[in-house]
T-cell receptor, first 110, second 117 residues
């Protein structure tokens, strides 16, 4: 059974700091990796996708993928209180369906 | 990103009634849409994959006769919860697939909060 593991948190960081969110997955043939942000009571919003090993940067967000270690992470630079949300890691194996982790709650304090 | 809408955003119904939820892709055509359910403080649970013009593929444990899915056009998929019971109360979220294969991305609708009395 495919599994995606995340620390549930909460991860607390002060405003302006770097938040580091981690995710591991069990299916070695996984090909696509996504980070979604979900505010309380709202639906998930796609913030990053990554498909190959290494780093991918988009504004304050950097996704990192290491397929050998089956590990994907999300770094948020200059964290803002508005970044406080649950971050969901999702993994796909090439057939469009995704397996989601349970999410990590991030709290950014002013 | 792609825009997906859902209607209604919330609904309250009596036990035993049926509820229909619509999911629309607003600025693109979606051959494939997905229906998820999320209980409080839990992650998303995929219920079914909806493909335009064909029968939906349901995940194990999801009753296809209770959760009817219709994807009659490239911009609309519907989920009907039949004979709803209080245990069906949940947050139902659809997503639409942009792109294909390994690089397809799912964009979510705003969700529908269902409360069954």
């Amino acid at each position: 059974q495919k599994e995606v593991e995340q620390n549930s948190g909460p991860l607390s960081v002060p405003e302006g700091a770097i938040a580091s969110l981690n995710c591991t997955y069990s299916d070695r043939v996984s090909q696509s990796f996504f980070w979604y942000r979900q505010y309380s009571g709202k639906s998930p919003e796609l913030i990053m996708s990554i498909y190959s090993n290494g780093d991918k940067e988009d504004g304050r967000f950097t996704a990192q993928l290491n397929k050998a270690s089956q590990y994907v992470s999300l770094l948020i630079r200059d964290s803002q209180p508005s970044d406080s949300a649950t971050y969901l890691c999702a993994v796909g194996s090439g057939y469009s369906t995704l397996t989601f982790g349970k999410g990590t709650m991030l709290l950014v304090s002013p | 990103g792609a825009v997906v809408s859902q209607h209604p955003s919330w609904v309250i119904c009596k036990s035993g009634t049926s509820v229909k939820i619509e999911c629309r892709s607003l600025d693109f055509q979606a051959t494939t849409m997905f229906w998820y359910r999320q209980f409080p403080k839990q992650s998303l649970m995929l219920m079914a994959t909806s493909n335009e013009g064909s029968k939906a593929t349901y995940e194990q444990g999801v009753e296809k006769d209770k959760f009817l899915i219709n994807h009659a056009s490239l911009t609309l998929s519907t989920l009907t919860v039949t004979s709803a019971h209080p245990e069906d109360s949940s947050f139902y979220i659809c997503s639409a697939l942009v792109g294909q294969g390994a690089k397809g991305e799912q964009f979510f609708g705003p969700g529908t909060r269902l409360t069954v009395l």
